[in-house]
């Protein structure tokens, strides 16, 4: 029964982390689009309704040719990823909906998903993005 204690800590740890992620990432990609890429590890991998790029050099020249937004979360969720997938690396799942008007453009719905990793430096962890996919959601009329 312990396992499952540890368990369940584990997936609230990661869920404040993912809601402060998520706070942090979509404030950052509509006010200060220009550091955004600092959020990603080196070689980050995103891939953008279908488009994949990778590296911080084709990450910042993509985000900095996209119009200003503006982001409202309606709902995210995560989950631990199994260290055994990753390596024994601390990794979570992130998952995001909402809405998102880019300048000259209608509302659009969207959802995201971002596989973060912990990296530690001087005692200190800080969740980088290793893999952004993110898609339009257009539903049919």
């Known amino acids: 029964m312990a396992a499952s204690v540890d368990f369940k800590t584990y ?4 869920c404040k982390a993912a809601e402060e992620f998520a706070n942090i990432y979509y404030e950052t990609m509509d006010k ?11 070689d980050a ?13 084709a990450l910042s020249k993509f985000f900095e040719m996209l119009p200003s937004s503006e982001f409202q979360v309606t709902t995210f969720d995560c989950q631990p990823v199994h260290e055994q997938a990753t390596q024994n690396q601390t990794t979570v799942l992130v998952v995001t909906c909402g809405t998102v008007k ?26 980088k993005i290793m893999s952004d996919c993110f898609r339009f959601q257009d539903w049919p009329s």
Do not use: H, P
């Open 11 to 14: 997936v609230d740890q990661a």
């Open 32 to 42: 200060r689009r220009r550091v955004l890429t600092r959020l990603y590890t080196d």
């Open 45 to 57: 991998a995103l891939v953008w309704n279908g488009n994949a790029m990778s590296g911080q050099e």
């Open 102 to 127: 880019f300048d000259g453009n209608k509302m659009q719905y969207f959802n995201q998903n971002f596989l973060l990793t912990a990296q530690t430096t001087n005692n200190n962890t800080v969740w």
